[in-house]
């Protein structure tokens, strides 16, 4: 069974930073793109950044540009988001999602097939 599973969420205060990884059992992540995605409390999920397979290519929503960055370690089979400069408005649930049909770094929810249960990041003094 493919499975993906999100670490690194928690309570951070305004200007704080994080760093999610997303990790697979079941397959490599090594040949899929991976995105992360949020979705806060009455909102639609909504892609924060997505890199393609080869990591020659990256998308960033305009609200985390110069603040996040993707990476990914295929030696490792991990894909990280490092999140700098925290804001209230990042709050939400930060899902990581797997697709293989695609070869760019496409980042809308619905292109994507593997799903991880999502990690909370609360950013809150």
């Known amino acids: 069974q493919l499975q993906l599973v999100e670490s690194g969420g928690g309570l951070v205060q305004p200007g704080g930073s994080l760093r999610l990884s997303c990790a697979a059992s079941?397959?490599?992540?090594?040949?899929?793109?991976i995105g992360w995605f949020r979705q806060a409390p009455g909102k639609e999920r909504e892609g924060v950044s997505c890199i393609s397979v080869s990591a020659g290519g990256t998308y960033y929503a305009d609200s985390v540009k110069g603040r996040f960055t993707i990476s990914r370690n295929n030696a490792k089979g991990t894909v990280y988001l490092e999140m700098n400069n925290l804001k209230p408005e990042d709050t939400a649930v930060y899902y990581c999602?797997?697709?293989?049909?695609?070869?760019?770094?496409?980042?809308?929810?619905?292109?994507?097939?593997?799903w991880g249960p999502g990690t909370q990041v609360t950013v809150s003094s």
């Open positions: 079941g397959f490599t992540l090594n040949y899929y793109g």
């Open positions: 999602a797997a697709q293989g049909r695609y070869s760019g770094s496409y980042c809308r929810p619905l292109m994507y097939d593997y």
